[in-house]
Structure formats: structure tokens, C-alpha cells
């Protein structure tokens, strides 16, 4: 196994500092990993997925993934609570859809990226 070392010239300063510039706060960071730990449960990405294509309700979205809509209802509250899903109501139905372009933009992203490894 190669072992990484860099040659022991001792730090590279004029990285680290242009680095240390533009590093976001630790919340920040905490908090885009929270984010990301949400697209990483393979319903939620289901749902995702779907709601790309059109905003869709409860019961659409069960019998689409073949799943129960407690199910579904379980993981779109938890994409709620992350504000990547948005929901409207029509008389009786909620309608849900993402909250921005930016939830697109993540999850297709993630599918070029496995895509192109494959």
C-alpha cells in the first residue's frame, strides 16, 4: 500500500492560507452535511426523483414506488423538514413538489456523476 507523504518539506503555507480564506464556518459545513445525509436514504431519492418529473400527492407517489403512504408520508416530512420538498393544497389533496431548482440541481448531479462511472 503507498504510504502519502509529501516529501517532508513541511507544509505548504501559501495553500493552507488561500485555503483558509475561503473555508465556510464549522455550522456551515455541519450543516451541508446534514443535507447531504437526507439525499442519502434511497426512498428519499425515490420521492426526489419523482418530484422531478411533477409535483404529485401522497397516494400518487405510494402506488408510483409501490410503497404504503404512511411510508411515503414518513420520508416527505423528512424532506420537508429539510426544505427540499414544498407542498400546496387543492381542497382536500397536498400536493408536494421541491422547494427549488437547487434540489434538481443536486440530484441530477448525483446521477451524472454514478452515470459516468458506469
Known sequence: MAEHVCGGCGVHQEII??????????????????????????????????????EMCVCDIADL???????????LRVLKQARLVSSRRDGKTIFYSLCDSHVKTIFYQAMEHVL???
Do not use: W
Not at 452535511?33 to 431519492?45: P, Q
Open 17 to 54: 492560507d488561500k485555503v483558509s480564506k475561503v473555508m465556510p464556518d464549522e455550522e456551515v459545513l455541519y450543516d451541508a452535511a446534514e443535507l447531504l445525509k437526507v439525499f442519502g436514504d434511497s426512498t428519499r431519492i425515490r420521492i426526489i426523483f419523482v418530484l422531478c418529473q411533477n
Open 65 to 75: 414506488l409501490g410503497m404504503t403512504q404512511s411510508a411515503i408520508s414518513h420520508q
Open 116 to 118: 459516468e462511472q458506469k
